[in-house]
Protein backbone atom coordinates (compact mmCIF):
# COMPACT_ATOMS: atom_id res chain seq x y z
CA UNK A 1 0.00 0.00 0.00
CA UNK A 2 1.21 3.32 -0.49
CA UNK A 3 1.83 5.66 1.90
CA UNK A 4 0.36 9.23 2.12
CA UNK A 5 2.10 12.03 4.16
CA UNK A 6 -0.64 14.59 4.63
CA UNK A 7 1.73 16.39 6.51
CA UNK A 8 3.24 17.63 2.87
CA UNK A 9 1.80 20.18 0.72
CA UNK A 10 2.32 17.04 -1.98
CA UNK A 11 0.50 14.57 0.53
CA UNK A 12 -2.37 17.29 1.11
CA UNK A 13 -2.46 17.53 -2.63
CA UNK A 14 -3.00 13.64 -3.87
CA UNK A 15 -5.08 13.77 -0.49
CA UNK A 16 -7.39 16.28 -2.17
CA UNK A 17 -7.30 14.38 -5.57
CA UNK A 18 -8.46 11.17 -4.06
CA UNK A 19 -11.01 12.60 -2.45
CA UNK A 20 -12.89 15.26 -4.49
CA UNK A 21 -11.84 14.72 -8.43
CA UNK A 22 -14.56 12.93 -10.35
CA UNK A 23 -12.38 11.55 -12.40
CA UNK A 24 -8.98 9.82 -12.85
CA UNK A 25 -7.43 8.11 -16.23
CA UNK A 26 -6.99 4.07 -15.13
CA UNK A 27 -3.82 3.08 -17.16
CA UNK A 28 -4.31 -0.79 -18.63
CA UNK A 29 -1.40 -2.67 -20.94
CA UNK A 30 -3.24 -3.95 -23.49
CA UNK A 31 -2.33 -7.13 -25.51
CA UNK A 32 0.65 -5.99 -27.50
CA UNK A 33 2.10 -3.81 -24.99
CA UNK A 34 0.47 -0.18 -25.43
CA UNK A 35 -0.77 1.77 -22.64
CA UNK A 36 -4.41 1.95 -22.76
CA UNK A 37 -5.62 5.22 -20.36
CA UNK A 38 -9.32 5.25 -20.37
CA UNK A 39 -11.48 8.20 -17.83
CA UNK A 40 -13.00 6.48 -14.99
CA UNK A 41 -15.65 7.27 -12.12
CA UNK A 42 -13.75 6.07 -8.92
CA UNK A 43 -13.89 5.87 -4.70
CA UNK A 44 -10.76 5.87 -2.42
CA UNK A 45 -11.98 4.20 0.63
CA UNK A 46 -8.15 5.12 2.16
CA UNK A 47 -6.36 1.95 1.21
CA UNK A 48 -7.87 1.30 -2.70
CA UNK A 49 -9.69 2.87 -5.48
CA UNK A 50 -12.98 1.40 -6.30
CA UNK A 51 -13.96 1.07 -9.95
CA UNK A 52 -16.90 0.19 -11.53
CA UNK A 53 -16.82 -1.00 -15.42
CA UNK A 54 -19.08 -2.22 -18.26
CA UNK A 55 -18.41 -5.65 -18.87
CA UNK A 56 -16.59 -7.05 -21.71
CA UNK A 57 -14.26 -3.72 -21.79
CA UNK A 58 -10.82 -3.68 -22.74
CA UNK A 59 -9.65 -2.36 -19.50
CA UNK A 60 -11.11 -6.01 -18.00
CA UNK A 61 -9.29 -7.74 -20.45
CA UNK A 62 -5.89 -6.11 -19.91
CA UNK A 63 -6.26 -6.69 -15.95
CA UNK A 64 -7.06 -9.96 -16.27
CA UNK A 65 -3.87 -10.61 -18.30
CA UNK A 66 -1.53 -7.81 -16.73
CA UNK A 67 -3.14 -6.44 -13.54
CA UNK A 68 -0.06 -3.57 -12.92
CA UNK A 69 -2.27 -0.53 -13.82
CA UNK A 70 -1.64 3.09 -13.04
CA UNK A 71 -3.70 6.01 -12.14
CA UNK A 72 -3.47 9.73 -12.76
CA UNK A 73 -5.10 13.39 -12.41
CA UNK A 74 -5.77 15.91 -14.79
CA UNK A 75 -2.54 18.21 -14.10
CA UNK A 76 -3.11 21.89 -14.30
CA UNK A 77 -3.22 23.06 -17.69
CA UNK A 78 0.73 25.10 -18.13
CA UNK A 79 1.51 20.83 -16.71
CA UNK A 80 2.21 21.33 -13.04
CA UNK A 81 0.15 19.33 -9.95
CA UNK A 82 0.90 15.75 -11.25
CA UNK A 83 -0.18 13.09 -9.54
CA UNK A 84 0.04 9.18 -10.27
CA UNK A 85 0.07 6.40 -9.12
CA UNK A 86 0.87 2.86 -9.83
CA UNK A 87 -0.15 -0.56 -8.22
CA UNK A 88 -2.45 -3.85 -8.56
CA UNK A 89 -5.98 -3.85 -10.07
CA UNK A 90 -8.25 -6.81 -9.49
CA UNK A 91 -11.69 -7.56 -10.21
CA UNK A 92 -13.55 -7.38 -6.85
CA UNK A 93 -16.69 -9.83 -7.72
CA UNK A 94 -17.37 -9.63 -3.78
CA UNK A 95 -17.47 -5.97 -4.23
CA UNK A 96 -21.02 -4.63 -3.53
CA UNK A 97 -22.96 -2.98 -6.84
CA UNK A 98 -22.46 0.83 -6.99
CA UNK A 99 -26.45 1.68 -6.27
CA UNK A 100 -25.59 0.22 -2.69
CA UNK A 101 -22.49 2.34 -1.83
CA UNK A 102 -23.83 5.14 -0.41
CA UNK A 103 -20.55 7.45 -0.66
CA UNK A 104 -20.22 6.55 -4.29
CA UNK A 105 -23.89 7.24 -4.86
CA UNK A 106 -23.38 10.94 -3.36
CA UNK A 107 -20.60 11.33 -5.56
CA UNK A 108 -21.72 10.46 -8.96
CA UNK A 109 -25.44 11.44 -8.47
CA UNK A 110 -25.21 14.41 -10.88
CA UNK A 111 -23.39 12.06 -13.43
CA UNK A 112 -25.73 9.62 -13.28
CA UNK A 113 -28.40 12.05 -13.89
CA UNK A 114 -26.38 13.58 -16.75
CA UNK A 115 -26.45 10.20 -18.28
CA UNK A 116 -30.29 9.79 -18.04
CA UNK A 117 -29.56 6.52 -15.63
CA UNK A 118 -30.88 5.86 -12.07
CA UNK A 119 -28.25 4.27 -9.08
CA UNK A 120 -30.07 1.20 -9.77
CA UNK A 121 -29.52 1.40 -13.47
CA UNK A 122 -26.14 2.29 -13.47
CA UNK A 123 -25.06 -0.42 -11.32
CA UNK A 124 -27.07 -2.91 -13.83
CA UNK A 125 -24.44 -1.12 -16.65
CA UNK A 126 -21.51 -1.19 -15.00
CA UNK A 127 -21.61 -3.83 -13.11
CA UNK A 128 -18.07 -5.15 -12.69
CA UNK A 129 -16.45 -3.77 -9.73
CA UNK A 130 -12.31 -3.03 -9.51
CA UNK A 131 -9.95 -2.46 -7.30
CA UNK A 132 -7.23 -1.18 -7.26
CA UNK A 133 -4.24 -1.24 -4.27
CA UNK A 134 -1.60 1.78 -4.98
CA UNK A 135 1.81 0.55 -4.46
CA UNK A 136 3.83 3.39 -5.34
CA UNK A 137 3.12 7.49 -5.20
CA UNK A 138 4.88 10.23 -7.85
CA UNK A 139 4.25 13.66 -9.21
CA UNK A 140 5.25 17.11 -8.31
Known amino acids: MVDIDLSTDFGARVSDHL???QVVWLTTVGANGTPQPSPVWFLWDGERVLIYSQPNTPKLR???????????FNSTPTGG?????????EIDRDAPPANVVPDYVEK???????????????????SVPIRVRPTRLRGF
Open 62 to 72: NIARSPRVSLN
Open 108 to 126: YAEGMRGLSMTPDQFAQEY
Open 19 to 21: SND
Open 81 to 89: DVVILTGDA
